[in-house]
DNA sequence: ATCCCATGTGTACGAGCGTACATAACGGGG
DNA sequence: CCCCGTTATGTACGCTCGTACACATGGGAT
């Protein structure tokens, strides 16, 4: 019961939030069920976070973060000799495979931007940070299209029941990449990354 | 009052669920505000539809057909002469830049997916139907792939508030069919329909 | 040492929810 | 015509929710 004076408390709050998520989806997500969760009380969370939205704000930074040490974990994706296409599929298909319980997680914070616009900056830093990372390897356009992609394959796996299929996510990605131009930086895209700061 | 012996209860009860989803979100949608919306009593939403699963089930499906329609109105994307990467990326210009409200209201119950695996079959449904119809221009895979892609574009666009861009999406689908051999559908398409049935 | 305010706690209220159920009307099959 | 199952209706119960608020507490600034 002596809990006062908990400096921890805000991280501990999102911590919970995430398991909460994670367990019972985003409709399952409560200023009472974070606080029982977190073993706090009621109060405690209404104080830090005001609004779920204001909760759910910082779930998702931090769930993105969790996404970034995966990439950054798979050093070959910056390797400029690597096979780009294949490393690709190969993280994706690690992140796929890890416990579909992260996985919905994410992407459930991540698609919860089409309704709530507090999240929309969160989910375009994210695409912006993944698609940075590819444009290091191509150009930016390019880069923009293989997020897209990439989140296409992902949503149909995830939505449709469709198990992941490694070698058609590496034909896909090959493809985007095969055109003449984009792999040194210079290529077709006379498009600039279109609002993306 | 005397609304006894309604014959298209039951579908109006779905329309009602379509415009509380499109104006309030999956969030808002109860058995009560489909009542209300629809102008029946509370009972009768229950009797037809036991769960909110069964009316998001019904919901989903009318939309999809909804944008099956879209589609149907363009009868360029069946035309093997027609340049399919432009017509698709008007296509999808097209729909997005309708009232966004019936964008979100799709897309929407179709996300709804990852975490009601009873929505799984339907949405499934519709990504099957997009690559069967687009399998006609190109072979199974690159058809899926296409689904894909347009399904990331969009996600871009409602996700992060960035504004569509034809020309990016144009490029984007003819890199993913000018690969060799995939105009005439016999492709690289090595990989069946990946449990399409 | 004292004060003050950020932080923590407990409780209550009103609203909306799914669900259950008793009852009423309708209309096709006997 | 009557009967009976499908459809329709109204109401009530128990629960969870966001919100508000009064009160406790402890540590950093003075």
Known sequence: MPRRHDPERRQRI????????????????SHRSVAAEADVPLGSTTYHFTTLDDLMVAALRQANEGFAQVVAAHPALSDPEAD????????????????????ELEYELYLAA??????????????????ALL????????????????????LQVLLTDTPYDEEYAREVLTRLLSAPGTRDGRGPGSHPPAAAG
Not at 14 to 29: F, S
Not at 86 to 94: D, H, Q, T
Not at 139 to 153: E, F, K
Request: proline share 5%.
């Open 135 to 154: 444009a290091a390897r191509t150009d930016p356009t390019t880069a923009r299209a293989l997020v897209a992609v990439l989140d296409g394959i992902c």
């Open 14 to 29: 999102i911590d919970a939030a995430i398991r909460v998520v994670g367990r019972k989806g985003i409709a399952g997500l």
């Open 114 to 131: 089409l309704r709530r616009p507090a999240l929309r900056p969160v989910a375009a830093e994210w695409a912006e940070g993944v698609g």
């Open 84 to 103: 780009l296409p294949a490393e690709l599929a190969r993280v994706l298909g690690e992140w796929l495979g890890g416990d579909r319980t992260g996985v």
